[in-house]
């Protein structure tokens, strides 16, 4: 019997990376919000009772604790970010197989503290992140139930929302970039490596499903807690990333 994964935010960014590495190794179950062909369970994560559905529903082997995002408030945000990515975490933990894995997709936000001019929903977002964080590593921590916990701490990741924020600096910073030549913009220089999301160049979102198939190899006694992927910065770099 084939197993299992269950992926939240499957519809695009990194859920969608784990879909496309894991579809045939494993028989997905897939959420969003939005309806796509591989969305196997369509529904709105922020709904106790749709993740209810979902935690009582499936026994999977693996889960990909991905959903979460910037929302225009502070409640909408700890809603998505921690409420539900907590309620999905706990929920598995307390039921899945001995050794089967979880891994949470977190931020580097978490490690973050603020600065001049950030805004309020970048405050929002790390601050929701770092409280989930928080309870997921305390649960871990305990080692109540053997199940692997594993928090993923990437650093920027080129997705869609990553390519709405550079867009927005691109248009506060460069202005010589018109609205019409946008598009044309980021296909002839961000996504040929050409530049970089303000001093670092972002990680591909394929490579946490690579990260995450690693670890999942790893003999049953260990345990890795947390995996920090970072990034270069366009300085220390002798020329074009190879993953670029």
């Known amino acids: 019997m084939a197993k299992k994964m269950l992926i939240t935010g499957a519809s695009s960014g990194i859920g969608k990376a784990y879909v496309d590495h894991f579809q045939d190794k494993y028989d997905l179950i897939t959420t969003a919000r939005t309806e796509k062909e591989w969305i196997t369970d369509p529904g709105d994560i922020t709904d106790r009772d749709f993740r209810t559905e979902l935690i009582e529903k499936h026994q999977p082997n693996v889960v990909i604790n991905n959903a979460g995002g910037f929302r225009g408030s502070f409640e909408e945000t700890y809603h998505l970010n921690t409420?539900?990515?907590?309620?999905?975490?706990?929920g598995f933990y307390d039921k899945m197989m001995p050794y089967t894995h979880i891994f949470n997709v977190v931020s580097y936000g978490i490690r973050m503290y603020g600065w001049q001019d950030m805004s309020k929903e970048r405050s929002y977002y790390y601050s929701s992140k770092?409280?989930?964080y928080e309870f997921a590593n305390n649960v871990n921590m305990s080692k109540n139930r053997p199940v692997h916990v594993v928090n993923l701490v990437p650093g920027i990741v080129k997705t869609e929302?990553?390519?709405a924020d550079l867009a927005r600096r691109i248009k506060i910073n460069q202005g010589h970039v018109e609205e019409k030549d946008l598009d044309y913009y980021l296909k002839e220089n961000y996504h040929r490596g050409k530049i970089p999301f303000h001093s670092f160049f972002p990680i591909g979102r394929e490579d946490l499903p690579?990260?995450?198939e690693f670890i999942m190899t790893l003999p049953d006694y260990i345990?890795?807690?947390?995996?920090?992927?970072?990034?270069f910065n366009k300085?220390?770099?002798?020329?074009?990333p190879t993953t670029q």
Do not use: R, T, Y
């Open 83 to 90: 409420i539900a990515a907590g309620h999905i975490f706990e």
């Open 130 to 132: 770092k409280a989930f």
């Open 161 to 163: 929302m990553v390519d």
């Open 210 to 212: 690579i990260i995450s």
């Open 223 to 231: 345990n890795i807690d947390e995996i920090v992927v970072g990034m």
């Open 235 to 240: 300085q220390q770099l002798p020329g074009k």
